[in-house]
């Protein structure tokens, strides 16, 4: 089983830190990804046998790592995702670069981000 990082857990939602190229969720690829890993690590957890629920609030793209909010129930997961859909859900993005970027192309990303 991958090595899961828990943030925060709950009756109702899971918190966790997705590692990077590991996708949110199943792919054409086939490869691990994190529904499927939080499904296994709450299974074994709570001894469950048949399936467990969780669902999905946002995602993260594949190449990028960071915190992911999960919900446990589907109560959770209507309420999360109201939320992300009245934009009262939030989420902050840190870039974190290596090397030094060229002035014209740093200038076109700082435009091209704004709303």
Do not use: C, W
Request: no cysteine; proline share 3%; hydrophobic share 35%.
């Amino acid at each position: 089983m991958q090595k899961l990082k828990v943030i925060f857990e709950d009756n109702h939602i899971i918190v966790v830190e997705k590692p990077v190229n590991i996708p949110s969720q199943g792919d054409k690829t086939g490869d691990i990804d994190m529904l499927t890993i939080i499904k296994d690590y709450l299974k074994e957890k709570y001894n469950k046998t048949g399936n467990v629920y969780l669902g999905l609030i946002h995602r993260l793209d594949r190449p990028v790592g960071g915190v992911m909010v999960f919900a446990k129930t589907s109560k959770a997961a209507a309420r999360l995702s109201e939320q992300v859909r009245e934009k009262v859900f939030q989420k902050t993005y840190l870039v974190v670069v290596n090397g030094k970027m060229e002035e014209e192309k740093r200038m076109l990303r700082r435009f091209s981000t704004k709303k």
